[in-house]
Nanobody, 115 residues
Framework: EVQLVESGGGLVQPGGSLRLSCAASGFTFGAYAMSWARQAPGKGLEWVSHINSGSNNPNYADSVKGRFFISRDNAKNTLYLQMNSLKPEDTAVYYC????????RGQGTQVTVSS
């Protein structure tokens, strides 16, 4: 059974940084491309970033490009999202998922950007 557990969220001031983690189990993590997505209050799920199994050619939504950086450690079965220069509009619940299968996402971690 696929299990993904997101952590690292919290309250941060505009311009601040956070690093999210996603611990994976129940599948061969290193064989799958992974993604981060987010859902802001009252809005639908928004794709944020994607990384393939070999950590090559990460992709980002235009709204986060140059500020967010995705990475993974296949030895630790963990996916990361480094978020810098955070803005109030980045406030959302952040999820990790197997790319193309967002029904595998975990419970999410709340990120609130506010002064």
């Amino acid at each position: 059974e696929v299990q993904l557990v997101e952590s690292g969220g919290g309250l941060v001031q505009p311009g601040g940084s956070l690093r999210l983690s996603c611990a994976a189990s129940g599948f061969t993590f290193g064989a799958y491309a992974m993604s981060w997505a987010r859902q802001a209050p009252g809005k639908g799920l928004e794709w944020v970033s994607h990384i393939n199994s070999g950590s090559n050619n990460p992709n980002y939504a235009d709204s986060v490009k140059g500020r967010f950086f995705i990475s993974r450690d296949n030895a630790k079965n963990t996916l990361y999202l480094q978020m810098n220069s955070l803005k109030p509009e980045d406030t959302a619940v952040y999820y990790c998922a197997i790319s193309g299968a967002f029904d595998t996402r975990g419970q999410g971690t709340q990120v609130t950007v506010s002064s």
